[in-house]
């Protein structure tokens, strides 16, 4: 190993870690150093996906190219925006909130640490996954958004597709585990005293952004399935030409794809919550409607996805219903845009590195905004849409604002968690190469896409103008590389011999900075009493205290005794991802079969047995119910009893749907046959699946039970959750029995 | 008949609902007396009469599915709901009633108002017959009022907690969505009766032309108002639970401290 190498390893390794340094970092459960894996992992992807972006860059920066060639082209642009969203901006996001957020509610840990690694370690898996494909020379190449036909086999018969699809499912499940543990972390692990209504503006956003992922990233994980299937067994969710829906693809994606921007952006308007106040020596301006306003993004982000689709010509009542609720997001950015611009009003600012990137994400997100705003009027939707126009609107989003706001978070927490200050002056170079940089990149797009640029074109022809705006774009990227490559620097130099940080060295008021930098493994030795939003700033001036805020409990905590148990809460979070899972399965089935396909029909099904096989489900959650009494009663006899029946009833329901799978098969019906027969294998396979990893785990629960576990007091939660879930596998299966078998044969009569 | 005559002519004086509002706010003057919560139930009455007696019941009497819907919106969240807020703070409500009105069950009216009410039979037969029609309204009302009793009882003990008051009208919110959204993308008829009206006004020449309507893009927009209004004005109430919430006041003890 080099020196500096041998350097940075003392600088974050302890002696007694150095001597197994390779397990100390790739075993850890700890938050802190998940956290910072995911800004390491995060980093390299962001160089792979700045090095597309750049050779982009270079084969647009003259008209009639040919430094790369079109279908090069194709999965450059593709790569760089799957890369850039799945694999550096919420990475960076997950990473800042697991380091962040135990530390800000003052918790030893996440809820569920090894949850926490597990999710951490599927986005390497999900990475190597995406590149594997572009690195034998089959990257997809079909725009990050995937547009049917465009994604299927007739058109992209390589296996980019798949890779692709399998790596965002992937990537998809460690989200959805992500947030599942910051919402537990953040509703079970807080210190005594730091109430909801105390929560910094960082932990809140990421707690709601949690909310977001849950209800977002399962509906793109249907949509995935169903083009895998599509690709993967010859079915036709998405093929017009077998009366699939390449429509239905666009709803279900955007329906994922506009949540999305806001999963990114609003971890970056929490850190920007935190960064201003600090920096102008004032409260926050208005705690309570830049947490409100969260609120409202977070419902209104998931209503608007339509709006991503004017040009496809949905008819003018859907046009009119969209463009006017898109609109109403401005005004809960707008209420964030003002205060946090009031906070700065007569403070005392200190323009730091963290500061001005703050400042800069202020400008450059008012003009993201006020265009993405122009994309909401209909008829000038039509004219930008898939123009430079629409390219530089979010990349003003995303690396203006989104970026900036991370890097400022960098410089902000970087003292914390090395414990070394960061270069300001390298900083202030970074900033204003990052600055002019973007800027010069992207303020002339909006210019080029005025003049009828369209995107992802791989060359254009020498009209007035195009080429010298495009040259100015590219050589402007390069300012910016020249930035990023300067924020990589100071970081290396500053973890070398940047200076000491000590505890709080921004005199910062949330609990992060209550503890050493960097904190031990158990966090705090220690906590500052927590009456306020911000107990850093009562402790270091006991004679002028913020206002308390609210009582000091709210009954969430498990420390006031009435608290809700962390694993029931997991529990629901999960249930509810798979809510949106199987909500999109049935509304894809119902679209499909409200007006019958042509083929077989769901008359082509038993209704009566199905019945029969039914009702042995739905008994099985009686069942478990008295299972779960028995054990509260201690009697594991009976608990083990009433488990076998469940698991009994359960196999024979599964054997009932084997039953009917046969019946299907022996008429010559495949997945592939038609419509019916791929929505109908899709959604009742995917409730079998559930049922048969529900069996799985009842299983596992009846051996712990022979086997003694649960006579422990108190006894294990495993027997209470398999029971939730299984009570959820059955409401799953009555909608499906009802959308699937009952509807139909009613549907004429209703 | 063109839109301004059709605007102006069509308000019709029913004296059921005549009756009912004016029953209403006797009974309130009664009550309570005079104070400034009367300005509530006033409007909701107001907002009731509107929308049983102007072109807007005319519309939706068989011709559009979407005025229907609106209807349908401001009887089940606009009326109950202000009339809710015109009772004073404090007044107890009668403990039968009280205990019956359990969370789920608020909720599962609030909801399943909307999801029975447009089962294709149960729709058609509402616009067919002027009993079933009334039947509706007055159920809509009731369920309405069953859905705001949890946010707007008028002694706060008796209100659901506000965090829950959030899950509370998200999950309300979600259920419209998806029936909204069935609505909007199905290619079936949910009100067979709209789709070919017997014009009692002559003013199908209107909707069909001046209008720019037809069966399907009246649906449509039927389900665009469940979809995306109707969810705008839960998260409205979204909004007062999450003010309810953060005004609430620091314990005395703490406050000392």
């Known amino acids: 190993m080099n020196e500096p190498g041998e350097a940075v390893m ?83 996001v997950f990473g800042f909130g697991n380091y962040l957020i135990p530390l800000q509610i003052g918790a030893r840990d996440m809820a569920f640490p090894r949850l926490n690694a597990f999710s951490f370690w599927l986005i390497p898996f999900g990475g190597i996954l995406l590149h594997f494909s572009l690195l034998i020379g089959q990257g997809p190449a079909m725009g990050w958004f995937a547009y049917s036909p465009l994604n299927e086999t007739p ?18 499940i460690g989200s959805v585990g992500t947030a599942i543990n910051f919402i537990t972390t953040v509703l079970c692990m807080r210190a005594p005293g730091m109430t909801l209504r105390r929560l910094p503006l960082f932990t809140w956003m990421s707690f709601l952004n949690s909310f977001l992922v ?44 506009h949540p999305e921007v806001y999963i990114m952006v609003l971890p970056a308007f929490g850190m920007i919550s935190e ?10 301006f208005g705690y309570e409607f830049v947490a409100g306003s969260t609120v409202a993004i977070m419902f209104l982000s998931l209503g608007v996805w339509a709006h991503h689709m004017f040009t496809v010509g949905m008819g003018r009542p859907m046009d009119v219903f969209f463009a006017a609720s898109s609109m109403l997001i401005a005004i809960p950015t707008g209420v964030k845009v003002l205060n946090w611009s009031a906070t700065l009003y007569k403070g005392r600012i200190r323009l730091n590195t963290p500061m001005l990137y703050c400042l800069a994400f202020l400008v450059h997100f008012l003009c993201g905004g006020i265009t993405g705003i122009s994309h909401a009027i209909v008829p000038l939707d039509w004219q930008t849409h898939n123009s430079y126009y629409l390219v530089a609107h979010f990349h003003y989003v995303a690396v203006g604002s989104i970026l900036f706001a991370l890097i400022a978070a960098l410089h902000y927490w970087f003292p914390k968690m090395s414990g070394r200050m960061m270069s300001e002056k390298l900083g202030k170079l970074s900033f204003w190469l990052m600055v002019i940089g973007f800027n010069g990149t992207f303020l002339i797009q909006h210019f080029l896409g005025l003049a009828g640029m369209g995107r992802r074109i791989y060359t254009y022809p020498d009209l007035p103008g195009w080429g010298w705006m495009n040259m100015v774009s590219t050589v402007s990227a390069f300012f910016m590389a020249a930035g990023a490559i300067v924020i990589l620097w100071n970081v290396v130099v500053s973890l070398l011999s940047g ?149 009994t009833l359960g196999l024979t329901f599964i054997a009932g749907q084997g039953l009917e799978y046969g019946n299907l098969m022996g008429n010559g019906m495949r997945i592939g046959t038609n419509l019916f027969t791929t929505t109908f294998f899709t959604l009742t396979g995917f ?63 209703l | 008949m063109n839109t301004t005559q059709f605007l102006t002519s069509q308000w019709v004086l029913s004296p059921v609902a005549l009756a009912c509002a004016g029953v209403g706010l006797f009974v309130y003057f009664r009550r309570f007396g005079w104070n400034p919560g009367a300005w509530w139930l006033i409007a909701a009455a107001g907002v009731g009469l509107v929308t049983l007696m102007s072109p807007l019941g005319a519309l939706a009497e068989g011709y559009l599915f979407s005025a229907h819907m609106l209807q349908h919106i401001l009887l089940l969240l606009a009326v109950p709901g202000l009339a809710m807020m015109a009772i004073p703070a404090g007044t107890r409500t009668p403990r039968g009633v009280a205990r019956v009105l359990h969370p789920a069950f608020c909720w599962g009216c609030g909801v399943g108002a909307m999801w029975i009410w447009h089962v294709p039979v149960l729709c058609d037969a509402a616009a067919a017959s002027h009993a079933v029609s009334a039947v509706q309204t007055v159920s809509l009302l009731a369920m309405g009022a069953a859905f705001w009793w949890q946010l707007l009882a008028p002694r706060e003990a008796e209100r659901i907690a ?26 079936i008829t949910v009100c067979k009766a709209y789709v070919h009206p017997v014009d009692r006004l002559g003013i199908e020449a209107m909707l069909y032309g001046t209008w720019g309507m037809n069966a399907a893009r009246d649906q449509q927009v039927g389900g665009l108002l469940m979809w995306v209004p109707m969810c705008l004005v839960y998260l409205g109430a979204i909004f007062g639970q999450l003010a309810r919430w953060y005004g609430a006041p620091a314990e005395p003890s703490t406050a000392h401290a």
């Open chain 1, 687 to 749: 409730h079998g699946i559930h049922v048969i990893v529900g069996l799985l785990m009842l299983m596992i629960v009846l051996g712990l039970a022979m086997a003694g576990d649960f006579r422990l007091k108190p006894p294990p939660a495993a027997l209470a959750m398999v029971s939730v879930y299984w009570h959820f596998v059955d409401v799953v299966w009555v909608l499906v029995l009802t959308v699937a078998y009952i509807l139909p044969h009613f549907v004429n009569h």
């Open chain 1, 499 to 647: 200076r000491v940080a000590g505890d709080n060295p921004w005199e910062a008021w949330t609990l992060e900075w209550a503890t050493t930098s960097p904190p031990p493994e158990e966090n705090f030795d220690a906590l500052p009493p927590i009456r306020s939003r911000r107990p850093m700033w009562d402790d270091a001036n006991p004679d002028r205290p913020d206002p308390v805020v609210g009582p000091e409990h709210d009954g969430m905590q498990k420390e006031s005794g009435s608290g809700i148990d962390k694993h029931f809460c997991a529990m629901l979070a999960f249930v509810v991802s798979e809510t949106g899972f199987f909500g999109t399965l049935i509304l894809a089935f119902l679209y499909f079969n409200l007006a019958p396909q042509p083929g077989p029909t769901a008359q082509v099904l038993d209704l009566g047995r199905t019945l029969f096989f039914s009702v042995c489900l739905f008994a099985s959650s009686f069942t478990i119910w008295r299972c779960e009494k028995a054990l509260h009663r201690g009697n594991i006899g009976m608990m083990v009893m009433w488990l076998t029946l469940t698991i």
């Open chain 1, 10 to 92: 003392e600088a974050v390794l302890d002696p007694a870690q150095r001597e197994h340094y390779q397990l100390a970092w790739l075993s850890t459960v700890d938050h802190k150093r998940l956290g910072i894996l995911y800004i390491l992992t995060a980093t390299v992807f962001f160089v792979a996906g700045g090095l597309e972006a750049l050779t982009m860059r270079l084969q647009l920066a003259v008209p009639n190219n040919h430094l790369v060639a079109p279908d090069t082209y194709n999965m450059l642009f593709t790569m760089h925006g799957t890369t850039m969203i799945f694999l550096v901006v919420m990475p960076l």
């Open chain 1, 275 to 284: 960064i201003i106040p600090v920096f102008s020596r004032k409260p926050i």
């Open chain 1, 214 to 257: 849950l209800a977002a990233i399962p509906v793109l994980n249907a949509a995935l399935v169903m083009l895998l299937i599509d690709r993967q067994l010859d079915t036709h969710f998405f093929l017009p030409a077998e009366g699939g829906s390449p429509i239905l693809w666009q709803h279900i994606f955007w329906a994922f794809g």
């Open chain 1, 155 to 172: 058109y992209q018969s390589q296996l980019g597709v798949d890779y692709w699809d399998v790596s965002l499912l992937v990537l998809g």
């Open chain 2, 162 to 187: 506000p965090l829950q008051g959030v899950v509370y009208l998200a999950t309300a919110c979600a259920a419209c969505t998806a029936l909204g959204i069935i609505f909007t993308f199905s290619p």
